[in-house]
């Protein structure tokens, strides 16, 4: 069972900055693949960020691709995903997301938070 509980969201204008945390319950975290996903209303839950278990790999979506990044740390269990010149387009619910089938890619989350709101308004 893992238990993802995010933190970090709120409200910023266009051009501002937020770093989003996730903490993991999960005493398999250092083999987990983790990524950040986000929604809005009435569209699916898309991909925004991955990172390997080690750290050593990351990727993104290419909409925040150079204004985005994820990083991870093992020991306090915990995810994060730093976002710089925001736009009103990354308004949405983010959502933190554990695939403890691989080390590598979170294609298949099987572990969810709760989610927390970003808006991205002038």
């Known amino acids: 069972q893992v238990q993802l509980v995010e933190s970090g969201g709120g409200s910023v204008q266009p051009g501002g900055a937020l770093r989003l945390s996730c903490a993991a319950s999960a005493r398999t975290f250092r083999w987990t693949a983790m990524g950040w996903f986000r929604q809005t209303p009435g569209k699916e839950r898309e991909f925004v960020a991955g990172?390997?278990?080690?750290?050593?790999?990351?990727y993104y979506a290419d909409s925040v691709k150079g204004r985005f990044t994820i990083s991870r740390d093992n020991v306090k269990k915990s995810v994060y995903l730093q976002m710089n010149s925001l736009k009103p387009e990354d308004t949405a619910v983010y959502y933190c997301?554990?695939?403890?089938?691989?080390?590598?890619?979170?294609?298949?989350?099987?572990?969810w938070g709760q989610g927390t709101q970003v808006t991205v308004s002038s």
């Open positions: 990172i390997s278990s080690g750290g050593g790999a990351t």
């Open positions: 997301a554990a695939d403890t089938t691989t080390m590598y890619r979170v294609d298949r989350p099987d572990y």
